[in-house]
């Protein structure tokens, strides 16, 4: 049996790299694990060995100790790997195959998967509709920021990638299917983006960067990105950005320096819980200060899509309210300007296949866009350290060499 190593959740702040359990086609119990998920059978399951695994912000989120997320947890959901086990039920997914994991965790029989809303599947999380690997209240399945990982459903949930070397000279952009990048552009069709579009993406991270690459793709005509980290905005600059760094004052003003009008024709909030104040209050956090500035910022009738994170549980939150995801929120300026919302995690498997054919006919450089950066990882902590303190890059971890950093 090969042996494992996993990067583990040990507390706010804290990660490290451990030997964990080798998968097995069975949910046992552990850290997160909902008890009426303990001792689930996998026989539609696969066992990659992991080509790639990402840090995503996503999980910075709980090693800050802003989630109720339990120490012990094997951390991270965006996952590409190599197949070397399948269970008996598994009919089309082969060994060898190199595949791109949905980090929503999905049946593919319940009525939201039949409708393609798969970030909300019935049947894989007892304690809410949707679930994901190695993240706090999604059904205990254990994480891919390992050596090797267990998929279940996997006829149904893998993206098989048809030409394995031709993904190989691609896979830096390829790992990005399994979340950013899907995420990134949902938040872009939910807000409307669409040729000649003006829009506005708040937060220059990796989403953020991935919702401007995305709305490039979709035609829009001017792409602005707002952040308070030139790092992260010279980044956004680097594939045809233009930026406005919101702690110099009111995001609105600078916007109307770009484009001759303070309102875009759409927002993308890439930003989430975790949000600041804009100019003399930049420094202070203000859950529900993205959301209100892109309501200011959007023209009447106007979309904002929301692919940022919104919890229900916040325990390290400014105040009583946001510590149950109670915001202040503007929805009388967006109720007068009649615009639409779109909330929740992005059903990856509603745009996969399109973007990967997006990246292997040379229409987008998603991994140049993000910065992505591969590192062993056994530098995991590292790189969860740096990517706190607002570094620019997109790490992407190589458990087993495929990447070349061993």
């Known amino acids: 049996m090969a042996g494992n190593r996993g990067v583990v959740y040990q507390g706010a702040g804290r990660v490290e790299v451990q030997d964990i359990a080798y998968p097995e086609f069975e949910l ?22 992991v ?3 990402n840090i995503c912000g996503s999980d910075q989120h709980m090693v800050r100790g802003r989630t109720t997320a339990p120490e012990g947890l094997v951390l991270g959901h965006e996952i590409t790997g190599e197949v070397v086990e399948k269970g008996p039920d598994v ?3 082969e060994v060898g195959d190199l595949v791109s994991v949905p980090f929503n965790i999905s049946c593919g029989r319940c009525r939201n998967c039949k409708e393609r809303r798969t970030e909300i599947c019935l049947n894989v999380n007892p304690d809410r509709p949707g679930s994901a690997y190695g993240y706090v209240d999604m ?7 390992a050596r090797y990982a267990l998929v279940p459903y996997a006829d149904w949930n893998l993206l098989r990638f048809p030409d394995r070397d031709r993904a ?15 995420t990134g552009y949902h938040g872009c069709v939910t807000a409307g983006v669409g040729v000649g579009s003006s829009v506005y993406v708040a937060g220059a991270g990796p989403v953020g960067l991935a919702a401007a690459a ?9 792409v602005i990105v707002g952040d308070m980290k030139e790092e992260r905005l010279a980044q956004a600059r680097s594939f045809g950005c233009e ?21 875009v024709d759409c927002a993308v909030d890439a930003v989430g819980f975790e949000a600041h104040g804009t100019g003399k209050d930049a420094g202070k956090e203000a859950p529900a200060s993205v959301l209100n500035t892109a309501m200011a910022l959007t023209r009447a009738g106007g979309s904002i899509g929301v692919p940022g994170l919104y919890v229900t549980g916040d325990p390290g939150a400014s105040d009583e309210a946001a510590r149950e995801g109670s915001l202040s929120i503007r929805l009388g300026l967006g109720w007068s300007r009649s615009h639409a919302f779109f ?15 997006a990246i292997m006919t040379d229409r987008v450089r998603i991994a140049e866009a993000v910065n992505a950066v591969a590192i062993p990882l056994e530098e995991a902590p590292e790189g969860y350290r740096s990517f706190d303190e607002g570094a620019a890059v997109k790490y992407v971890l190589d458990p087993n060499g495929y990447l070349g950093t061993g």
């Open 243 to 263: 930026t406005v760094d919101v702690s110099k004052g009111d995001p609105g003003e600078q916007i109307e320096q770009i484009l001759g009008s303070p309102v």
């Open 343 to 357: 909330t929740g995690q992005c059903p990856v498997m509603k745009y996969h296949r399109e973007l990967m054919a």
């Open 214 to 222: 995305s709305a490039q793709l979709l035609g829009a005509a001017v």
């Open 91 to 93: 009919e089309f997914i």
């Open 51 to 53: 080509v790639a695994t």
């Open 139 to 145: 059904g205990g399945w254990v994480g891919g920021q």
């Open 28 to 49: 046992k119990d552990g850290p997160g694990v909902n008890p009426a998920n303990v001792g689930r059978k996998v026989p539609h399951g696969v066992v990659l060995k």
């Open 168 to 182: 190989m000279e691609r896979i830096l952009d390829l790992t990005m299917l399994s979340d950013i990048f899907p």
